[in-house]
């Protein structure tokens, strides 16, 4: 599941024209930390759903 979702992070992040930095600073996490979590190497925080609202991510963006 984190390998999905962090896949479809990043593809969010590239549509709506948002560096790393910028995700990661809306995120309260590391550059480094969102860099792995895209590449599905880290572990992505689900407890903290609220955070990636402001990235609009739609419900099924997440599964695909």
């Known amino acids: 599941l984190n390998k999905i979702v962090g896949k479809n992070l ?3 992040r590239k549509l ?3 560096s790393q930095e910028e995700v990661q600073k809306k995120l ?3 550059r ?3 860099a792995k ?3 599905g190497e880290g572990r992505i ?3 903290r759903p609220v955070s990636y609202t402001h990235l609009t ?3 099924n963006a997440v599964c695909r």
């Open 45 to 47: 925080d689900l407890d």
């Open 28 to 30: 309260g996490i590391s």
């Open 32 to 34: 480094s930390t969102l």
């Open 10 to 12: 990043g593809k969010l």
């Open 57 to 59: 991510l739609p419900t």
């Open 16 to 18: 709506k024209n948002l």
């Open 37 to 39: 979590i895209e590449k």
